[in-house]
């Protein structure tokens, strides 16, 4: 709750339900090592960083990563919440010059994504990206599917995130 004065008064303010919303991805907040298990790469795993940081006054969550691999771009994802559609949103930018618009959902130790709809780049397939959340809150299991037609997946790559820093 917010405390605002008006006239001399001293007034309430509610937070909205996307700055609940919003407040609710504090959990990813700080750096992260990334263990990328990709099947087309003959090392069992590809490593990297990534880090997550308030973005305007905690109005957006910013999260920044790269791989230690020149096959995988590094990435820029701007985290906002949709009131009216009750859908988080994944603004995502990568050094290949892509630009992506994902749903995403955050419930229940389960982090979800999903595109499948054109946005600012055409729809050449389907993804959904699932990860669970372990109980100490500092992995994360995930796993990233494609689909041509929306309704045969295929495994493309697993995903584990390992808390280093936790932002204070």
Not at 65 to 77: G, K
Not at 99 to 107: G, K, V
Request: charged content about 25%; aromatic content about 18%; hydrophobic content about 30%.
């Amino acid at each position: 709750m917010k405390f605002s004065k008006e006239k001399g008064k001293l007034l309430f303010m509610k937070k909205s339900i996307r700055d609940e919303m919003i407040n609710r991805l504090e959990f990813f907040l700080g750096k992260w090592e990334i263990e990328v298990i990709h099947p087309h790469f003959q090392t069992n795993s590809i490593y990297g960083q990534t880090k997550f940081d308030w973005m305007e006054r905690e109005k957006f969550m910013v999260q920044r990563t790269s791989i230690n691999q020149s096959e995988f771009p590094s990435s820029t994802i701007v985290y906002d919440y949709d009131s009216n559609s009750g859908t988080y949103l994944q603004h995502y930018f990568d050094s290949r010059g892509v630009t992506r618009l994902y749903n995403m959902s955050f419930e229940n130790n389960y982090w979800k994504v999903w595109r499948d709809t054109s946005d600012f780049s055409q729809l050449d397939f389907y993804q959904r990206f699932v990860g669970e959340i372990n109980e100490s809150g500092d992995t994360i299991q995930c796993s990233w599917e494609t689909s041509h037609d929306g309704s045969h997946w295929e495994h493309d790559f697993r995903l584990i995130y390992r808390k280093v820093i936790q932002k204070t």
